[in-house]
């Protein structure tokens, strides 16, 4: 059992199958607790660790669909809309969620519907069950007030009134009930039955681009990885190219066997698409991650994403079919080493508006993106000879300063 304290009082707030065998329930005082069965285990409630667990299976949960929100505080929402397919149909995607989740020790309950407010229900009240759409309100019907997803409060005065059942909220008129039991109350049952679309907000953005390789075999070689990075950004070079654009920012997910996942990105200095210069990148990246990535019994899911594009400039090549471009290997170089070392190892100055000249230089992480300039020059000096008006800063400062006669 989980304990919360409460008013000065120590009351279970979560419990197991064996303790409620034994006939102890939720918000039961451990003291009495203790009366009826001393032998039993009680271990202060984490609510920081549950939530770190809670975002670690909203983690795993990416592999079937990006779209993961958090339900509360011991719940989660996928949007699986245009997803089940890929997994042999929306029973085959259910069954599949359950037996991972089960192996991984824990008994969770999942329902899959039309709306996030029946799917919300059918998890928490009727057990593992899909809904058809146009079947909400008959699944709705029966169950408890608490199906509707509304405050204890409301539903302490539906009660008092004689509505206890869902079914028996839908039967009433809307009017009295929006006038007595506030607007939320028809808002949850609209959005439950499907009358008002409500949407699932993903706790993480959502990548434009994004090619995965689920495997039969899990890998646990950083090899075995880099060769996969190559095989997926060989499949992304095609649709950039077919959108003109360029990676500025990667993502690679690795989704271990046991639940656990790995999120490893870096940026680009320029839109790069090339699948062996994104491999290069990704193998410094992982060779200084090394330490830190664990494979335990291996990745059987490696997604790569590209996180943020720009528009991918071509350039002319001669008549030997080779391009000159005298950035790219320096940019390559920096972008390989900012992989490694981080974006601080690479830094290039900028100038910057400032009346003392010490101030008027920073260092910022190399990127080929446009930079910070002095102000332009005035229209008349733009016309004139260069020799005519000395630069806007010394060339050269000492140490100590020196007078100077004129």
């Given amino acids: ?54 975002e670690g299976l ?39 969620i359950l037996s991972r ?12 519907a039309a709306t996030p407010g029946a799917a919300w229900a059918a998890a928490r009240f009727c057990g593992d069950r899909i809904v058809v759409s146009g ?38 008129p ?15 049952l609209d959005q439950a039955l499907g009358r008002l679309d409500e949407a699932v ?20 070689l950083t090899e075995d990885i880099e060769r996969l990075v190559g095989m997926l950004a060989a499949t992304l070079k095609t649709d950039l190219e077919r959108r003109g654009e360029g990676a500025r920012t990667l993502a690679l997910l690795l989704f271990r066997v046991d639940g656990a996942v790995s999120r490893i990105a870096l940026g680009t200095s320029r839109p790069m698409r090339e699948p062996m210069l994104i491999q290069k990148l990704f193998h410094e990246r992982l060779a200084a991650l090394e330490q830190d990535i664990d494979a335990g019994y291996g990745f059987d899911l490696v997604r790569l994403s590209v996180l943020a594009s720009a528009t991918f400039d071509m350039q002319q090549a001669d ?3 080779e391009v000159t471009d005298d950035g790219a290997d320096i940019a390559l170089f920096a972008d390989r080493i900012r992989a490694r070392l981080g974006d601080g190892a690479v830094l290039r100055p900028v ?44 060339i050269r400062l000492f140490r100590s300063p020196e007078p100077i006669d004129v």
């Fill in 174 to 188: 809307r009017a009295p009930l929006a006038r007595r039991f506030g607007a939320l109350l028809l808002l949850r």
């Fill in 351 to 394: 100038a910057v508006e400032s009346h003392l000249p010490e101030r008027a230089v920073a260092t910022i992480p190399f990127t080929d993106a446009p930079c910070r300039t002095t102000p332009p020059k005035k229209p008349d000096r733009l016309q004139a000879p260069k020799t005519i008006f000395p630069p806007e800063r010394p």
């Fill in 201 to 220: 907000s993903p706790r993480l953005p959502v990548a434009p681009l994004s090619v995965e390789r689920h495997l039969a075999e899990p890998v646990t």
């Fill in 58 to 96: 909203a983690d795993w949960c990416d592999r079937y669909t990006p779209l993961v929100a958090l339900d509360g505080a011991d719940g989660l929402f996928l949007d699986v809309t245009g997803c089940t397919h890929l997994f042999g149909g929306e029973r085959a995607m259910l069954d599949d």
């Fill in 319 to 321: 008549l030997a079919g």
């Fill in 101 to 112: 989740f089960f192996h991984q020790g824990f008994d969770v309950r999942a329902g899959l």
């Fill in 135 to 172: 079947e909400e309100e008959a699944l709705l019907a029966p169950l408890p007030l608490a199906a509707l997803r509304i405050e204890p409060s409301t539903r302490t005065s539906l009660e008092s009134v004689g509505l206890r059942t869902a079914g028996a909220v839908m039967a009433a």
């Fill in 1 to 54: 059992m989980i304990s919360h304290r409460d008013r000065n009082a120590q009351r279970i707030s979560a419990l197991d199958e064996r303790a409620e065998a034994l006939h102890l329930k939720r918000d039961m005082g451990i003291a009495d607790a203790r009366a009826m069965h001393p032998s039993i285990d009680v271990v202060e409630a984490d609510p920081e660790a549950d939530r770190r667990l809670l």
